[in-house]
């Protein structure tokens, strides 16, 4: 996880504007998505993908 660049913006909010920005994330795409897909603030990638499935028998 970054946190040079929205520690920029955000000076020492940085932590509370990151939960609300996850919650609002779990709340508009789920839980699934985020764990696939990750998590974007200010064109930075705060959450990576953490799971990769595979449809392969």
Same mark, same amino acid.
């Given at each position: 996880?970054?946190?040079?660049?929205?520690?920029?913006?955000y000076? =020492?909010?940085?932590?509370?504007?990151?939960?609300? /920005?996850?919650?609002?994330?779990?709340?508009? /795409?789920?839980?699934?998505?985020?764990? /696939?897909?990750?998590?974007?603030?200010?064109?930075?990638?705060?959450? =990576?993908?953490?799971?990769?499935?595979?449809?392969?028998?």
């Open positions: 996880m970054e946190w040079e660049k929205p520690k920029s913006y000076k =020492e909010d940085t932590e509370s504007k990151f939960i609300q /920005r996850l919650f609002k994330e779990l709340y508009l /795409r789920g839980m699934l998505d985020i764990i /696939r897909h990750g998590i974007t603030n200010s064109g930075v990638k705060q959450v =990576e993908g953490i799971c990769s499935l595979s449809t392969k028998a």
